[in-house]
């Protein structure tokens, strides 16, 4: 029997988690973040990492779950959001998975199946290697040969895309491509309904500029340097998220921090592009639109009709 799923995705800076923390409140629900950078612990401001008292006693999971030099990945991500879903349905209240990385959202959604190719440090290294030799195009064109239905789906400038294809081919043999086909083929785990949250694009665009210079304020030049001090900066994974990119490459000198702030807050516009383009593919989410309502109540209500 397939277990309930509530689900609340939409681009950053679109007022995901607010709304979320309401509809919990509602129905008994409990939080599990499907944020890449907000698994990392002392990455909190420029995660937009609900506070203890914003999160309004609501239990949230998968926060806080690795340091930023430790590995993580889509496949671990899929187990321990499943445990914490037996977890929240033994305790009697409602899983909702809630966030914008979209893959984390597929993972749990549509039952992809990671069960071959785990991450391997040596073979991933030898590839980011050979990009930087010769270039993403070199790495595209050579999954083009071995998995052209990949290659089809991946932008020719997504190199950790194109390296986790590569690395799956060539640890079992077989491309990403038949492992994700096979998934299709599963029933899903969890009876999942997906709400969207969307707004006018320069509204958010003018949100997103706003949340920047919040974070600013709040000391996110501070966490960065916390985050160097401590020996974190070296991730490649950890810190190439929105915000601390920028600011490790003002901290090395390589700009101003009024570049850096304005690169951050155009690549965390580009991000919010990229999420519309991925949530809109998908014709099981129900959108709501957020300027179509007078109040965050309001809003809520519509929801858990709908959820209802």
């Known amino acids: 029997m397939q277990k309930p799923l509530i689900v609340i995705v939409g681009p950053t800076a679109v007022g995901k988690t607010d709304v979320a923390i309401e509809v919990a409140q509602r129905i008994n629900g409990s939080i599990i973040s499907a944020d890449a950078t907000q698994v990392y612990k002392y990455m909190d401001i420029g995660s937009a990492k609900p506070t203890p008292e914003e999160r309004k006693g609501i239990p949230h999971y998968m926060i806080d779950v690795v340091t930023p030099d430790e590995a993580f990945s889509v496949a671990l991500f899929q187990r321990m959001a499943e445990q914490c879903i037996d977890e929240i349905i033994a305790h009697g209240r409602m899983p909702m998975l809630v966030g914008g990385t979209g893959l984390y959202i597929n993972s749990m959604v549509y039952n992809l199946d990671f069960s071959e190719g785990a991450p391997d440090a040596e073979l991933r290294e030898n590839l980011r290697h050979k990009a930087r030799e010769y270039g993403a195009d070199a790495l595209y064109d050579e999954l083009a040969s071995v998995d052209p239905d990949a290659a089809a789906r991946i932008s020719r400038n997504d190199l950790k895309r194109i390296i986790r294809a590569l690395e799956v081919y060539y640890k079992t043999g077989r491309p990403i491509s038949y492992y994700q086909q096979r998934s299709k083929s599963v029933p899903p785990r969890y ?47 950890a810190m190439q998220a929105v915000g601390y990119k920028e600011l490790l490459a003002y901290l090395k000198g390589l700009c101003t921090l009024d570049e850096a702030v304005m690169l951050i807050k155009r690549n965390t516009r580009r ?14 989410i129900r959108w709501f639109n957020v300027d179509e309502f007078e109040s965050k109540g309001e809003l809520v209500e519509h929801i858990l009709e709908y959820i209802v």
Do not use: H
Request: proline share 2%; net charge positive; glycine share 4%.
């Open 191 to 237: 009876n999942a309904v997906m709400i969207g949250l969307t707004m006018d694009r320069q509204r958010l665009y003018n949100r997103i500029e706003q949340r920047v210079d919040a974070m600013m304020a709040k000391g996110l030049l501070e966490e960065v340097k916390w985050l160097k001090a401590n020996g974190y900066a070296d991730n490649p994974v």
């Open 271 to 284: 991000l919010a592009k990229r999420q519309w383009t991925w949530f809109n593919r998908d014709k099981n």
